[in-house]
């Protein structure tokens, strides 16, 4: 067998599967929540902004303070200023440094004995301090956050912007940086004659309150992270394991094996997976069956074709050694009634292979089943009907019979009905057709009085090929394929058609066919 070689149109589909999966499902959700994560990470940028508006306020802070100062230390004794200066350093916990016009510093809270403001050495810090400067370094670099100046001490005022700014009687504040990373705030205010007085804090609270809600947020994250992780692994255990499932059984049933294939119907599933997997496997059973009905109507074919071009061959082989005219005759007429059995034959089998794509694909109008009997049965009567059998259409009830339906297939079902009844009706018989509503359905009754059908035969009767005929019919005039199609239309329509006899008879058979009704506009 020559390997199957795909087309370029067909390998488009192929490379987008392929591609596709090289990105898995649990990839994918695991990409997405972590996504989501990243947006909560985005909290790590309003810390920063958050810091910003901290310093904001405690500068401002600090600007109202040392005006404040200012006043204090005006409003005093020369000879208190010093004893006010330490107490207010000691209850601020900043550094307090007089200038006087020229930027000489006059005074010093330190000089006076509170050393309060005390910078601390980075390389004298645990190990938890030197990650969080180095996660403060790393987050500033990452915002984009401005840098401060390092702070370093300076001899004279003039040195100080904030005190060159206050010896213009402006108050002025700024921002530095000490070694450990943490904020020192200054802020200068003029004074009465000229001079100026500083403030200087270090503001540590400012970093360890940032840093504490860093490590809230951090720890938050992991958890939710953790979580999240996890919900998307057991999510896509729910999901990606029965779908691969899924993907399997129909791959192998791509492949042509179908009989081994038991698609998982996934029963205790009540979501869309399980809906999918029971449609699959619904799907799966529909084609093993129509492979299963297309093999066993290929061997019934291949048999029922034997039958008739044995007998043709073996009247030919007859043929060519009779010499006598009336042999010849007959063996002619046993070819010629070979020949219309086999065209009848093949007539037949090509309906019955073409039925089921055909009513796959045919549009359903509504059908009034009251006036398509009435008319087969006025066809029929026209045509004349044999051995003076009688036809009767009851249908005592007004209401309309309509049927959603393509009208030729359904007037093939009956057609095939009828023409089963007159075939085993005996002379001068009746045949009824009659029309009944029961509920949403309508049901059709084709009665005969012919001997009626075995009730083990009640079923074989609708397969292919099979036939139970009357001893007085020639051979051969009949395929066996009538019923066959007139069940297959009818389940088509959503109907079904069975034998049974008849109450009324001590023989004869009925043929019921019940059908939906078309729904009322």
């Known amino acids: 067998m020559a390997p199957v070689t795909d087309s370029p149109r067909s390998e488009a589909p192929d490379l987008a599967l392929r591609w596709s999966g090289q990105i898995s499902l649990t990839q994918r959700i695991l ?69 006087d016009p020229q930027g000489r510093m006059t005074a010093d809270s330190r000089d006076l004995g509170v050393r309060n403001f005390v910078l601390r050495d980075p390389d004298k810090q645990d190990w938890g301090q030197a990650i969080a400067r180095f996660l403060d370094a790393g987050i500033d670099t990452v915002v984009g956050a401005a840098r401060p100046p390092l702070y370093r001490e300076r001899r004279g005022g003039a040195e100080w912007p904030d005190v060159v700014a206050a010896r213009q009687a402006r108050v002025s504040g700024s921002v530095w940086r000490a070694p450990d990373r943490t904020p020192v705030i200054t802020a200068a205010a003029p004074l009465p004659g000229g001079g100026a007085i500083m403030t ?195 249908s005592p009830d007004p209401r309309p019979a309509i049927v959603m339906g393509e009208g030729a297939r359904l007037e093939r079902v009956f057609e095939n009905l009828v023409a089963n009844a007159l075939s085993f009706s005996p002379d001068q018989g009746v045949v009824a057709i009659s029309l009944a509503h029961d509920h949403n359905d309508l049901i059709i009754r084709v009665e005969d009085e012919g001997p009626g059908v075995p009730e083990e035969a009640r079923e074989a009767i609708f397969r292919r090929f099979h036939s139970i005929r009357p001893a007085a019919e020639d051979f051969g005039r009949h395929s066996g394929l009538g019923l066959a199609i007139a069940r297959t239309i009818v389940d088509a329509h959503q109907g079904r058609i069975h034998v049974e006899s008849r109450e009324d008879r001590m023989s004869g058979a009925r043929f019921v066919v019940r059908l939906p009704l078309a729904p009322m506009s």
């Open 200 to 394: 200087t804090e270090n503001a540590r609270f400012i970093t360890e309150t940032v840093r504490i809600e860093r490590f809230r947020l951090s720890v938050l994250l992991a958890l939710v992270a953790l979580i999240s992780v996890l919900l998307s692994l057991f999510l896509a255990r729910t999901i990606v394991r029965p779908l691969r499932r899924l993907a399997r059984a129909a791959v192998r049933v791509r492949l042509g094996r179908a009989r081994e294939v038991v698609v998982p119907r996934l029963p205790d599933r009540r979501d869309e997976l399980g809906m999918l997997a029971r449609a699959l496997s619904d799907m799966s059973l529909a084609l093993r069956a129509r492979i299963d009905a297309t093999e066993a109507f290929a061997a019934d074919v291949t048999h029922e074709l034997k039958n008739p071009l044995a007998s043709l061959r073996s009247a030919v082989d007859s043929l060519e050694m009779v010499r006598d005219p009336a042999l010849q005759a007959q063996l002619l007429a046993i070819v010629r009634d070979d020949v219309r059995r086999l065209d009848r034959l093949i007539t037949d089998i090509s309906d019955a292979s073409r039925l089921d794509a055909q009513l796959s694909r045919a549009k359903f109008d509504p059908v009034d089943l009251h006036a398509l009997i009435g008319r087969l049965i006025e066809q029929r009567e026209a045509r004349g009907v044999e051995r003076g059998i009688r036809l009767r259409f009851d």
């Open 31 to 99: 990409a997405l929540n972590i996504f989501a994560l990243l947006l909560l990470a985005g909290g790590f940028f309003y810390l920063d902004s958050y810091r910003t508006r901290l310093l904001d306020n405690r500068v401002a802070q600090a600007l109202r303070e040392v005006r404040l100062v200012g006043e204090a230390l005006s409003s005093v004794r020369p000879g208190e200023r010093d004893a006010l200066m330490m107490r207010i350093a000691k209850d601020t916990g900043g550094r307090l440094r007089l200038y």
